[in-house]
């Protein structure tokens, strides 16, 4: 059974960080491609940080400088540091992953809250 499980959402002030975890079972974890993406309300979802296997990184515009995105094998686990955060940073964030060029798996999410 494939799970993708979520943690480290919460509430932080502007300006602040958080570091998201995606932990993964039942996939090879090792080579398959593990991706952040995040939905506001009202809003479609949309992807924040990808990882390959072999390690390549992939980021939004809107994020690119303020998160980093990586992964420990061993621990079929993914983070996402999130610094510097905005209020537009607030959404559910979802971990999902894929071998070929869908998504096949994704997270039940994370919930992160930016406000003063």
């Known amino acids: 059974q494939v799970q993708l499980v979520e943690s480290g959402g919460g509430l932080v002030q502007p300006g602040g960080s958080l570091r998201l975890s995606c932990v993964a079972s039942?996939?090879?974890?090792?080579?398959?491609?593990i991706g952040w993406y995040r939905q506001a309300p009202g809003k479609q979802r949309e992807v924040v940080a990808v990882i390959t296997s072999g390690g390549s990184q992939n980021y939004a515009d809107s994020v690119k400088g303020r998160f980093t995105i990586s992964r420990d094998n061993a621990k079929n686990t993914v983070y996402l540091q999130m610094n510097s955060l905005k209020p537009e940073d607030t959404a559910t964030y979802y971990c999902g992953s894929r071998l070929g060029s869908s998504w096949d798996y994704w997270g039940q999410g994370t919930q992160v809250t930016v406000s003063s």
């Open positions: 039942g996939i090879i974890f090792r080579i398959s491609n």
